[in-house]
């Protein structure tokens, strides 16, 4: 340990004859220490609710989307599907169709958006906890089944059982007649087996329900034609490629990933995540002007040492690098002890569950902890403790000199 470092750790941990002193660099300490805990503490909450975003929009998500540029219709005859079926790079494709009928059960209605889909992006393994009644299956005994979200099936209040007994009509606009309303073959009625129940967002819980591809091109009479594809691929890294390239030999169809579908939740999340953060280190510079304060009051306390040392020989360097490291002992103590009780709170919270949410979706805040948001905080800390420390030597030493 050189001198500079030795009568800096001196200079912290002794006593100071002004009392002030101490206490500002206490209420430095604790600012820094603060500051830095509540920074990592609300990074790992965003992180963990856009994690909780990304599984709710995401696990039934495709890897691509394929949308007609022109019209609402893909018919089967179209090149695209010769395409996609051809691509090495495909895992598999599903037609999707989406139209919005009537729901009667008993006495009670509900208008719903149908989506008819290829069975294996909705297969069984994926559903877990998202399937709250019911197999995930979209038939029973070869009988087409339809499963409701969670608003739906309250709004029609109707009892599941394992013996699907419980038959849903479905009414929807016939494609063969004209839509007149004094006539009553512009409905058509379709009846389905109520195959279960699931919670996959409120959003879709409130509005929709899923059936069978094959169920919803009966339904809606569509002559196996889809409103737009799912593609699944092999390896999702190769998925910005692929979208390009389809795009440029397909330009009558628009390609979107699962992102670009839902680019306005996205965004919001990360805005509002970046705000807070941009407030958190405004504050933190705040709790740097203390370790300045500190450092710079220190200096006057300790003129009289400052002359002794150069009374015995040592240079302005030597006295400057005193403070320097006294603010850098403070700043990083109070920058290594926040991140340190940060992370600890955030493993109480994903071990035990400490702050609950009472009336959500989920029944504790969520929380991950992201080791580029550790090494971002590192650098602010960093850099902001260098300048608080290195300002006050920098300037006030010379006038002390001087005077």
């Not at 609402?72 to 695209?80: G, H, L, P, Y």
């Not at 069975?119 to 089944?145: A, Q």
């Not at 991140?339 to 949410?357: E, P, S």
Request: aromatic share 10%.
């Amino acid at each position: 340990m050189n001198v500079s470092s030795f009568i800096a750790k001196r200079y912290l941990f002794a006593k100071k004859s002004r009392n002030i002193i101490n206490l500002i660099s206490l209420i430095s300490f604790i600012g820094i220490l603060v500051s830095t805990a509540s920074l990592v503490i609300i990074l790992s909450g965003f992180n963990g609710i856009q994690k909780y975003v990304e599984d709710v929009y995401g696990k039934f998500a495709a890897d691509l989307y394929v949308y007609p540029k022109t019209g609402k219709i893909i018919e089967e005859s179209n090149d695209i599907f010769k395409v996609l079926k051809k691509n090495k790079e495909v895992e598999f494709f599903g037609k999707v169709i989406e139209e919005t009928a009537l729901l009667k059960f008993e006495n009670k209605w509900a208008t719903v958006s149908i989506k008819g889909v290829d069975e294996r992006s909705y297969n069984k393994n994926k559903w877990g906890n998202n399937l709250l009644e019911g197999s995930g299956s979209f038939s029973k005994e070869g009988i087409p089944t339809i499963l409701l979200g969670y608003g739906i099936q309250n709004e029609l209040q109707i009892p599941y059982n394992t013996r699907f007994t419980n038959e849903i009509k479905i009414f929807s606009i016939s494609k063969k007649q004209k839509l007149k309303v004094q006539n009553k073959q512009s409905l058509q009625q379709n009846n389905l087996i109520f195959g279960g129940v699931y919670s996959i967002n409120p959003e879709l819980d409130q509005s929709s329900a899923i059936v069978s591809y094959s169920a919803a091109n009966k339904i809606f009479e569509r002559d196996n034609s889809s409103n737009h594809i799912e593609i699944f691929m092999k390896n999702k890294k190769l998925l910005q490629q692929f979208k390009e390239e389809l795009t440029k030999k397909n330009p009558n169809f628009l390609f979107k990933t699962h992102e670009e579908n839902n680019q306005l939740i996205y965004a919001a999340n990360d805005a509002e995540k970046w705000m807070v953060l941009a407030v958190l280190i405004f504050v933190l510079i705040l709790s740097s002007f203390t370790v300045i304060a500190s450092i710079t009051m220190l200096i006057i306390d300790k003129k009289k040492d400052i002359k002794s040392l150069l009374a015995l020989g040592s240079n302005t360097s030597t006295i400057k690098n005193i403070f320097f490291k006294e603010g850098l002992m403070i700043s990083y103590f109070g920058s290594i002890g926040g991140l340190l009780i940060g992370v600890l709170v955030c493993c109480l919270q994903i071990k035990f569950h400490l702050l609950k949410l009472d009336n959500a979706s989920i029944p504790y805040w969520p929380v991950l902890i992201k080791l580029e948001d550790i090494i971002m905080l590192l650098i602010i800390l960093f850099l902001t403790g260098l300048l608080a420390s290195f300002l006050p030597g920098k300037f006030l030493v010379k006038k002390l000199l001087k005077s």
